[in-house]
Antibody, heavy 125, light 108 residues
């Protein structure tokens, strides 16, 4: 079955960087893009960006441009999200989610069909 | 515009029907997808496209769309449907994705 297994919780100091991993299994890794989504405590979901595991191309949310880097390792079917210059506002649960595109009668549907369980990142001095 | 707007909270009596809405300019170009999130859990896809349910999602969940508004309807709400619900779509440029602020559903 399709699974996304994320790395464990992290505690970082302000100004540091964090790198979260998401290992995919149960499908062809390079056939589906991967999103990263985060959720601050008590807040809603925030889209961070997307990576194409095949070619490595990325698109990042404008708010995070310059601080976020998404990469992949096709040999281990793993995508990574690195966030630098951490501040307290980056304290959140970080999720990876598989991107899906379905065409029905010429109309494209875009959605995220499988999610990882999340990785808690705490930024505190 | 890159915003999707949802009512922060909605309540429904057990067994009744409730509609959760999502508004945004991008919905004139892209269908929304809907996610259910229970406390301490990852989001789960419940509706995508015009009105499509993934395997395992009860048929009491349905979706619709008109103009700049997408709706998620739960017909015969159950206690286990109490959760936060988020809509999502590509933004108007097509280059990014955006989530609505979420709707907390209470089943009375």
């Amino acid at each position: 079955q399709v699974q996304l297994v994320q790395s464990g919780a992290e505690v970082k100091k302000p100004g540091a960087s964090v790198k979260v991993s998401c290992k995919a299994s149960g499908y062809t890794f390079t056939s589906y893009y991967m999103h990263w989504v985060r959720q601050a405590p008590g807040q809603g979901l925030e889209w961070m960006g997307i990576i194409n595991p095949s070619g490595g191309s990325t698109s990042y949310a404008q708010k995070l441009q310059g601080r976020v880097t998404m990469t992949r390792d096709t040999s281990t079917s793993t995508v990574y999200m690195e966030l630098s210059s951490l501040r307290s506002e980056d304290t959140a649960v970080y999720y990876c989610a598989r991107d899906r595109i379905t065409m029905v009668r010429g109309v494209y549907y875009y959605y995220m069909d499988v999610w990882g369980k999340g990785t808690t990142v705490t930024v505190s001095s | 515009s890159s915003e999707l707007t949802q009512d922060p909270a909605v309540s429904v009596a057990l067994g009744q029907t409730v509609r959760i809405t999502c508004q945004g300019d991008s919905l004139r170009s892209y269908y929304a997808s809907w996610y259910q999130q229970k406390p301490g859990q990852a989001p789960v896809l419940v509706i995508y496209g015009k009105n499509n349910r993934p395997s395992g999602i009860p048929d009491r969940f349905s979706g619709s769309s008109s103009g700049n508004t997408a709706s998620l309807t739960i017909t015969g709400a159950q206690a286990e449907d109490e959760a936060d619900y988020y809509c999502n779509s590509r933004d108007s440029s097509g280059n990014f994705w955006v989530f609505g602020g979420g709707t907390k559903l209470t089943v009375l």
